[in-house]
């Protein structure tokens, strides 16, 4: 799915009551800041972001897709309103194996690396267990 659409779609399932999906983008932004990917300075300021991002790969992992990324100028993020800095977290999750790529960048279609598989469905499954 194109990244533009899982960032919205995720923006706005951070907005409802859903502890599952909650649960899951904490445990993906875990990840992503003990990997570098996302600095942990400054969540104050750019912690929204973080949260967004993270939202985009738990809503990739449910909907059992690949994060799109089609086009990797500035001037689109920004046209679409969102962060030209997503880019580069996207590139360090691609260098970590968090994300797999055809090529070294966040380019093209992208697919859940193992690490973040396992770990979604764990919370998935420990939800069930739990309900």
Known sequence: MNLFALLQQGEQRLQRADVLFHA?????????????????????LNGELHRSVAAALVLAYEEDTTVDVAVRRADTFFGYGFSTKIISYLD????????LAKTGKAKGRLHLGPVLED?????????????
């Open 92 to 99: 360090a999750a691609v260098a970590n194996e968090l994300l």
């Open 24 to 44: 899951q983008v904490d445990i993906v932004l875990g990840i992503l800041r003990s990997t570098g990917c996302i600095p942990s300075k400054r969540t104050s």
């Open 119 to 131: 770990y979604l469905a764990d919370t998935y499954f420990n939800h069930l267990r739990e309900a």
